[in-house]
C-alpha cells in the first residue's frame, strides 16, 4: 500500500510551496505540487498607468525582483511598437546578468548544496586530502590546507555548541549522503566564501540600478542611468570600472569554484544522473539583445518536444508569433473560479480556494501550457536550446562540463543525462559561467557604444487612443518570465504574468498531464519517508521561487490559512 508524504512547506526557498507523494516499494509512484500563496498583483495593476507597472511587479518578490521589472518595460513596449537606444539594452544586460549570477550562486551553495553535502561529515575529513581534491578541480587561492583547516575548527565549535546557525536543520548523517568526508569539507568552505561573492555581486548591481532589491534605474522607453563620464552624480568611468572589477571577481569564483564543485557533487552522485527528468519539453525565451529592434541576442530560445534534440524550434524576436500565439494557462486543478485554458491576454485572477483535491483543485498556480503540453523552463530549457541550436558559447561550454564531470565520474557522460535533477545544477553552473563572460561582453559594448558620443538611454512613449497589447519575455535565473499586458486609452485593462515557477510548479492540466514538479518525482527514490531528502533534492533544482504572491489575510490582519508542517 503507498505511503503519503506532505511535505509543507518546502523549506529553503522563497514562498510557500507544499508537495505530496505517494511511495510505494521505496519510489515516488505519485505526486501533487500545491503553491500555497494567492498572487494578487494583476488585480492590482487593473486602470493603472502602464509606466508603472513595472514598479508594482517587481514587488511580487523579494528575489525576482529585477526579472519582473524587465518583462514589464518590454511588454509595455511591445504593445506601443516602442524601439529603444541601444545604451538602454546593454545596461539592462548588464542587470539582467549580475542579478542572475548572484542568484545562482544563492541557489546552490545557500538553498541546495545542503540537500548533498552533509557538513558534520566535514569534522572527519584531512585537510590536506581536501586540498588535494580541491586543486585537482582549479586553481583557485583558497583552495589550502590551511584555510580548509580554519574552516574545519569553525565547523567543530559550531558542532561543540550544539547550534549549527546556517547548517541547522537538515538530514545530517542521512543514509543518501554519500560525498566522502573530504568532499563535504571543501564544499562547507566554500560556502562560506560563497556569501561573500553574492554580496559583491549585489554591491554591483546596486551601482549600475541605484538599489537592490528592486531597482530603481528602468522606464518605458530606456533606462533612467544617465552616462555623463566627467559628472560625479552620473553612471561614470570610475563607477563603470567598480562594477566591471566586482563582476570580474564574481566571474573567478563562478569559474573557480561554483562550477568545479557542482561538476565534483555531480560526478561523486553519478548514482543520481538517472533521476528527476519528469518533463522534457523545453522552453526557453533569447536574452542578451544585441539591437534596438530586440532580434539579435547573445543567448537563444526555442522549444525541444519529448527531449529530442532534432525537434528545436527557435524563438527570434521580441514579438516573435511563435512564442505570442501558443501560450495558454488552465484552471481545472487551480483555486480561482471556472475551468478554462485561456491566452494571457484572455485570462483572469478570480480567487476561489476549496480545500486540498487529490482529483480537484489543490493549488493556487495556474498550469502553463505551450502547444497544449507542460513545458520545463529553467536553465537547463535554455542550454539544451541552445545546445540543440549549435550556438558556439553554449556548445562550447556544455561539452566542457561534460567532459569534466565524465573525469571525475570516471565514466563517459553525454549530453543526455542533463535530462535529471543533477542536470538542472550542472546547467546553472554553466549558464552562471557563461553569463560572467557575457555582462563582461556588454560591459565593453556599452562603454564602446558611450566612447563614439552617444549617451542616448531614453525613448519617450506615446499611448494612443484604443487597445494595444503586448508581451514581454525575460530568461529569468528560474527560466522564462512573460507579461502580457492590454492597454485601453492609456490604461491598464488586463496584466497577466506567467512565470517561471508555474511553468514549473503549475498542477495537472484538464488532460491529466502533470506539471514538470509532479512528473520529476515519480521514479524517485526515497530512501526514509520519515525523512524524504530525495524529495528535496529534486524540487530544489529547480530552484523553486512561488512568492509570486500575497499573503491571504483580511483587512484586519488576520490569518485565513494555517500552513502545516507535517
Not at 529603444?84 to 539594452?89: L, T
Not at 529592434?293 to 521580441?318: E, H, R
Request: with cysteine; hydrophobic share 40%; charged share 20%.
Amino acid at each position: 500500500m503507498a505511503q503519503r508524504i506532505t511535505i509543507d512547506p518546502i523549506t529553503r526557498i522563497e514562498g510557500h510551496l507544499r508537495i505530496d507523494a505517494e511511495v510505494e516499494g521505496g519510489r515516488i509512484s505519485k505526486a501533487w505540487s500545491s503553491g500555497q500563496m494567492w498572487r494578487g498583483i494583476e488585480v492590482i495593476l487593473q486602470g493603472r498607468d502602464p509606466r508603472d507597472a513595472w514598479l508594482f511587479t517587481q514587488r511580487i518578490c523579494g528575489v525576482c525582483t529585477t526579472v519582473h521589472a524587465l518583462a514589464s518595460v518590454r511588454a509595455v513596449e511591445n504593445a506601443l511598437g516602442l524601439e529603444i537606444p541601444i545604451n538602454a539594452h546593454y545596461v539592462r544586460n548588464i542587470i539582467m546578468a549580475i542579478h542572475a549570477l548572484h542568484d545562482h550562486i544563492v541557489h546552490f551553495y545557500v538553498l541546495s548544496a545542503l540537500d548533498w553535502v552533509d557538513v558534520v561529515s566535514a569534522l572527519q575529513a584531512d585537510p590536506a586530502k581536501t586540498a588535494a581534491l580541491a586543486q585537482s578541480l582549479s586553481e583557485w587561492p583558497g583552495n589550502s590546507v590551511k584555510r580548509f583547516k580554519a574552516v574545519q575548527e569553525k565547523v567543530k565549535a559550531l558542532v561543540d555548541s550544539g547550534q549549527l546557525g546556517p547548517f541547522a536543520n537538515a538530514y545530517w548523517g542521512h543514509p543518501a549522503m554519500v560525498l566522502p568526508p573530504e568532499a563535504n569539507l571543501m564544499a562547507v568552505s566554500h560556502y562560506l566564501e560563497a556569501l561573500d561573492y553574492q554580496r559583491k555581486a549585489t554591491q554591483a548591481l546596486g551601482i549600475i540600478s541605484g538599489k537592490n532589491p528592486h531597482v530603481q534605474n528602468l522606464s518605458v522607453g530606456g533606462v533612467t542611468t544617465a552616462i555623463n563620464l566627467d559628472n560625479e552624480a552620473a553612471l561614470n568611468m570610475e563607477r563603470l570600472y567598480w562594477v566591471k572589477q566586482l563582476v570580474e571577481e564574481v566571474r573567478g569564483f563562478i569559474q573557480q569554484v561554483y562550477l568545479p564543485d557542482v561538476i565534483a557533487v555531480g560526478a561523486l552522485y553519478k548514482d543520481w544522473l538517472p533521476f528527476g527528468a519528469g518533463v522534457t519539453n523545453y522552453l526557453a525565451v533569447p536574452d542578451m539583445v544585441l539591437d534596438t529592434k530586440g532580434t539579435q541576442f547573445d543567448l537563444p530560445g526555442g522549444t525541444i518536444m519529448n527531449g529530442d534534440p532534432a525537434s528545436v524550434k527557435p524563438i527570434s524576436s521580441f514579438s516573435d508569433p511563435y512564442f505570442r500565439d501558443n501560450i495558454v494557462e488552465g484552471i481545472t486543478h487551480s483555486w480561482y473560479d471556472g475551468d478554462w485554458s485561456r491566452h494571457p491576454y484572455e485570462g483572469e485572477t478570480v480567487p476561489k480556494y476549496t480545500d486540498f483535491q487529490d482529483d480537484g483543485k489543490y493549488t493556487w498556480l495556474k498550469a502553463p501550457r505551450f502547444l497544449d503540453k507542460p513545458m520545463q523552463v529553467g536553465p537547463l530549457a535554455q542550454l539544451l536550446v541552445g545546445y540543440a541550436l549549435g550556438h558556439r558559447q553554449t556548445v562550447t561550454n556544455v561539452n566542457d562540463a561534460l567532459s569534466r564531470v565524465s573525469a571525475v565520474a570516471g565514466v563517459t557522460v553525454g549530453a543526455e543525462v542533463l535530462h535529471s535533477t543533477l542536470g538542472r545544477h550542472l546547467a546553472r553552473a554553466v549558464r552562471a559561467s557563461m553569463l560572467a563572460d557575457l555582462a563582461l561582453k556588454h560591459w565593453q559594448l556599452l562603454v564602446d557604444n558611450v566612447g563614439r558620443g552617444d549617451l542616448a538611454i531614453f525613448n519617450p512613449p506615446v499611448f494612443p487612443k484604443g487597445e494595444q497589447r503586448g508581451f514581454g519575455f525575460h530568461e529569468a535565473p528560474r527560466g522564462c518570465l512573460s507579461h502580457w499586458i492590454v492597454i485601453n486609452d492609456g490604461k491598464i485593462k488586463n496584466y497577466q504574468c506567467v512565470v517561471p515557477s508555474t511553468w514549473n510548479a503549475g498542477p495537472r492540466d484538464k488532460a491529466g498531464q502533470p506539471g514538470p514538479y509532479e512528473a520529476s518525482l515519480v521514479g524517485n527514490p526515497v530512501a526514509d519517508p520519515e525523512k524524504p531528502l530525495e524529495v528535496l533534492r529534486t524540487i530544489h533544482s529547480f530552484d523553486p521561487c512561488i512568492a509570486c504572491a500575497v499573503h491571504m489575510l483580511d483587512p484586519g490582519g488576520r490569518e485565513l490559512v494555517n500552513v502545516k508542517v507535517v
